[in-house]
């Protein structure tokens, strides 16, 4: 079925990208044979035209592809016969949202202050954005709130509603949201930084975001674990080996 028959109110809502549309028909046709990728790849198409009859409008939003091409994964998941494990997949996700951090990695070093003052009046734009949009759009990003220590170079933020948990949480896939989420912590490394997050929208009140360069020492007082969903999260070392020690 060609993109521009889907049944899709383009007053409300806008169509995944072709960068998207390239990664689910890739995943398809490394599952399975051509033709039934090709039938496979109709279905996962008109599964998400079927998600958005009941989604918010958010095609008006200035990052639609952060919105919309995971509803794209949701529907190859969801229509899938069999699901492959998603640490499979994780790698080819990254490249279709965020491969653009690995041509910034070979610029920025958030350890350099000079590139981590800039990268914080980048974050600071994106977060003035996402104020501003949720005025119009009330179902988009909300942020929670915003503060950079230029001494330390520590950016923080959070987002306190996002509308890919909020789909994830509606259609119970939560558990294929973390190869979504899991990717801004390989975007950071790419920029040689260090992304401290202890919960997201799904398992606490709020999507947390704590970015330093790798070097720093807020970033050796963190570790990383998987939660059951193979989500990533950062936890301090001494409260891990401290809980640990009680167990034993």
């Not at 529907?75 to 279709?96: F, H, R």
């Not at 520590?154 to 509308?163: A, D, E, I, M």
Request: with cysteine; net charge neutral; hydrophobic share 35%.
């Amino acid at each position: 079925m060609k993109d521009i028959d889907l049944p899709i109110d383009r007053s409300k809502h806008v169509l995944y990208t072709k960068k998207a549309k390239e990664c689910v028909q890739k995943l398809l046709r490394r599952y399975y044979d051509e033709k039934t990728a090709a039938e496979l790849w109709e279905k996962v198409q008109l599964k998400y035209a079927e998600f958005l009859e009941d989604e918010p409008a958010l095609g008006g939003v200035k990052m639609t592809v952060s919105i919309y091409d995971p509803i794209l994964f949701f529907a190859w998941y969801a229509i899938v016969p069999d699901k492959p494990p998603l640490e499979e997949i994780q790698q080819d996700v990254y490249g279709c949202f965020m491969s653009g951090f690995d041509k910034l990695g070979k610029v920025f070093d958030l350890n350099r202050k000079p590139d981590n003052r800039l990268a914080n009046r980048i974050f600071k734009k994106t977060s003035d954005l996402r104020e501003k949009e949720i005025k119009a759009f009330p179902a988009s990003f909300r942020m929670g709130s915003y503060s950079y220590d230029k001494e330390k170079g520590v950016v923080r933020y959070c987002f306190t509603q996002c509308p890919n948990a909020e789909f994830a949480k509606r259609h119970h896939m939560e558990s294929v949201l973390p190869v979504m989420c899991n990717c801004d912590h390989l975007a950071m490394r790419k920029l040689h930084a260090t992304l401290i997050r202890e919960g997201t929208c799904v398992t606490s009140d709020r999507c947390d975001y704590c970015i330093v360069g790798d070097k720093s020492p807020l970033a050796a007082e963190y570790e990383l674990i998987k939660n059951e969903d193979g989500l990533l999260l950062s936890v301090k070392k001494q409260e891990r080996q401290a809980s640990e020690d009680k167990e034993t």
